[in-house]
């Protein structure tokens, strides 16, 4: 008889919730309620006009049609090219596969890297995706609890500790969601070194690169040939709903990215392909790289609120837009915490809960890329709501 139940692994993956908080959100909007969001992981700017003028331009000619599956090869140059003129770095385009989001670029690493049964190590608390894109393909995802001792990543000594013959690699980010916590480069090489060592792969996940508030790490593809660096062009390029990424990855395994990205998905957004070519001119940079000067100051004005009012902060984000807050001083259920104050204050932020499971449930995540007065409303009503319960 046909079991027409689910499968397993759809079952092992939990739901995003911070996605249905922002479902939840917009409801509340639609009836009136004026919502403050701090939960939504992405740029308050625009996409920039270069960009989007380069999108109109392909509309008008009218030429939106499937493209190769590893993306255009005048985009992955130009992304090769990137890497040179910003990184220093020398890598050649065949390294690199154009996707569909960063989303896409983690899914098709894990596909073409896992067995079932296969372990990857990932740090707790760590973006949701990683771990479930690892159950999705049947693998094992190996959360190893991290803290501000270590800076919110994963070590050297970490990756020793939970090394077991099932391991395939290795995956960390940085700057991380949702801790802003940066991984320094010499505890990565050796990292790196030890991967190699078992035979194993290191995925990096830079998507918050060009974001940092200190200088700028090395980036992973520097490190060699058997490490997979996934980046996007939603968050240094303000350009989430673009949904566009890349993956460079070992050059042995682009062949079987493409069949898989070929099945999957077929090809990626070719208007969006055709709008990004504009992202690299040293106009576009420039106009980008001067956001990090509000991202800095939003970052500093509400980590000073939130440690005013009551929430612990051990270590200062130093990338990416997030303040990862310990909430134990009002809640031991960050998750119940989160819709409440949702609900009665209009005030959206995350809950540990969609970032592992170690310690999640007094922890909250708040998401600072929104303008100074947006914040001071946010704080304002949950200072109100927290002194009056």
């Given at each position: 008889m046909i079991n027409h139940h689910v499968s397993n692994k759809a079952l092992n993956i939990e739901p995003f919730h911070v996605v249905s908080l922002i479902t939840r959100a917009m409801e509340l909007e639609k009836q009136g309620k004026k919502i403050v969001n701090l939960v939504?992981?992405?740029?308050?700017?625009?996409?920039?006009?270069?960009?989007?003028?380069?999108?109109?331009?392909?509309?008008?000619?009218?030429?939106?049609?499937?493209?190769?599956?590893?993306?255009?090869?005048?985009?992955?140059?130009?992304?090769?090219?990137?890497?040179?003129?910003?990184?220093?770095?020398?890598?050649?385009?065949?390294?690199?596969?154009?996707?569909?989001?960063?989303?896409?670029?983690?899914?098709?690493?894990?596909?073409?890297?896992?067995?079932?049964?296969?372990?990857?190590?990932?740090?707790?608390?760590?973006?949701?995706?990683?771990r479930h894109f690892v159950i999705a393909m049947e693998g094992i995802a190996n959360c190893v609890p991290v803290d501000s001792k270590t800076n919110y990543q994963l070590t050297l000594e970490k990756v020793k500790d939970n090394w077991t013959e099932k391991t395939k690699a290795v995956l960390?980010?940085?700057?991380?969601?949702?801790?802003?916590?940066?991984?320094?480069?010499?505890?990565?090489?050796?990292?790196?070194?030890?991967?190699?060592?078992?035979?194993?792969?290191?995925?990096?996940?830079?998507?918050?690169?060009g974001i940092s508030y200190d200088k700028e790490p090395v980036s992973a593809a520097a490190l060699g040939e058997n490490v997979f660096v996934i980046n996007s062009?939603?968050?240094?390029?303000?350009?989430?709903?673009?949904?566009?990424?890349?993956?460079v990855a070992p050059e042995k395994f682009i062949e079987k990215i493409e069949h898989l990205a070929q099945n999957l998905y077929i090809s990626n957004s070719d208007i969006a392909q055709d709008a990004v070519l504009s992202a690299f001119s040293p106009d576009v940079v420039s106009q980008l790289d001067s956001n990090l000067i509000h991202y800095k100051e939003q970052k500093d004005y509400l980590m000073?609120?939130?440690?005013?009012?009551?929430?612990?902060?051990?270590?200062?984000?130093?990338?990416?837009?997030?303040?990862?807050?310990?909430?134990?001083?009002?809640?031991?259920?960050?998750?119940?915490?989160?819709?409440?104050?949702?609900?009665?204050?209009?005030?959206?932020?995350?809950?540990?809960?969609?970032?592992?499971?170690?310690?999640?449930?007094?922890?909250?995540?708040?998401?600072?890329?929104?303008?100074?007065?947006?914040?001071?409303?946010?704080i304002k009503r949950i200072d109100n709501y927290l002194t009056k319960t």
């Open positions: 939504v992981g992405e740029p308050e700017f625009k996409t920039p006009k270069p960009i989007i003028d380069s999108a109109i331009k392909s509309l008008e000619q009218n030429k939106i049609r499937y493209s190769p599956s590893l993306g255009k090869v005048e985009l992955r140059e130009s992304i090769a090219k990137w890497y040179q003129d910003r990184e220093k770095i020398n890598l050649c385009y065949n390294k690199i596969a154009v996707t569909s989001g960063s989303s896409a670029a983690l899914l098709l690493t894990m596909a073409v890297l896992l067995n079932p049964g296969n372990e990857v190590i990932i740090s707790d608390p760590s973006y949701p995706c990683n960390v980010s940085s700057p991380s969601n949702p801790t802003g916590g940066i991984l320094d480069y010499e505890e990565l090489k050796k990292i790196y070194s030890f991967v190699c060592s078992q035979g194993g792969y290191l995925i990096v996940d830079e998507i918050y690169r062009f939603s968050k240094f390029f303000c350009m989430t709903g673009w949904r566009l990424g890349w993956l000073n609120e939130l440690l005013r009012i009551g929430f612990k902060i051990p270590v200062e984000p130093k990338g990416a837009f997030y303040i990862y807050a310990d909430a134990s001083n009002f809640t031991d259920d960050s998750y119940k915490f989160c819709w409440k104050i949702l609900e009665d204050i209009g005030v959206a932020i995350a809950p540990g809960l969609d970032f592992g499971n170690y310690r999640s449930n007094i922890h909250v995540r708040f998401s600072f890329p929104k303008t100074i007065n947006i914040m001071s409303e946010g």
